[in-house]
């Protein structure tokens, strides 16, 4: 079946702009993830969600960052007033199940985000 | 607590071995690993979980030692598509939130 699929997979962005990046995860993940990747390092985790329930959003760097997960499929990530720190590229993951010890989590491509 | 991967990078002739280690100063529950190759998706490779377990599929394994709160990820006899980034993602409870680690780059030459 499909993966985990993201768009837009590029986004160039001015400083001050707000973005929107979409998530679709595999039909059935019950948990989506969000991380940030930095150029040369391991993503870090932003949010989780539980069905449309956010569990944590521990990660999420500043208020201008909001996620949402309305009816607990798509996955929307949104950066309102883009700085340059946030270049980067934004992963999703899904997995399956929360119950029954840790599961695998299946990436998308991300979305690398270049604001100028 | 991020966890320490080392060596930073790595790189091999075809067919020779290498090991990863991942390394975290808190007590862990699972520890995830993850090869990624540059601008495409991180791919799941396994899961170890504590109990000092050993797991390993084609010419990948891996180990667990709780004791030592360290992973090692075997990869024998190198192939050119094993190139790549390895990251190992750390879990401490059964949250699944993952603290990954700042990769391994892993080149394999002909």
């Known amino acids: 079946g499909a993966g985990v699929s993201q768009s837009p997979r590029y986004k160039v962005a001015k400083r001050g702009q707000d973005v929107a990046l979409r998530c679709d995860p595999i039909s059935g993940h019950v948990s989506l993830f969000w991380y940030q990747q930095a150029l040369g390092q391991g993503p870090e985790f932003l949010t989780y969600f539980q069905n449309e329930a956010q569990l944590d959003k521990s990660g999420l760097p500043s208020d201008r960052f909001f996620a949402e997960r309305p009816e607990g499929s798509v996955s929307t990530l949104k950066i309102q007033r883009t700085q340059q720190e946030d270049s980067a590229v934004y992963l999703c993951?899904?997995?399956?199940?929360?119950?029954?010890?840790?599961?695998?989590?299946?990436f998308g491509p991300g979305t690398r985000l270049t604001v100028t | 607590q991020q966890p320490v991967q080392s060596p930073q990078a790595v790189i091999l002739r075809e067919g020779e071995d290498a090991v990863i280690n991942c390394s975290s100063s808190?007590?862990?529950?699972?520890v995830h690993w993850y090869r990624q190759k540059h601008g495409e998706a991180p791919v799941f490779l396994m899961i170890?979980?504590?109990?000092?377990e050993q797991k390993g599929h084609d010419k990948i394994s891996a180990s667990f030692n709780e004791k030592k709160q360290q992973s090692s990820l075997y990869l024998t006899a190198s192939q050119l598509s094993c190139s790549g980034t390895y990251f190992c993602?750390?879990?401490?409870?059964?949250?699944?939130?993952?603290?990954f680690g700042s990769g391994t780059r892993l080149l394999v030459r002909p």
């Open positions: 993951a899904s997995s399956l199940s929360f119950t029954g010890g840790p599961l695998e989590q299946y």
């Open positions: 170890l979980l504590k109990g000092g």
């Open positions: 993602g750390t879990e401490m409870d059964s949250s699944y939130k993952l603290i």
């Open positions: 808190k007590a862990l529950y699972s």
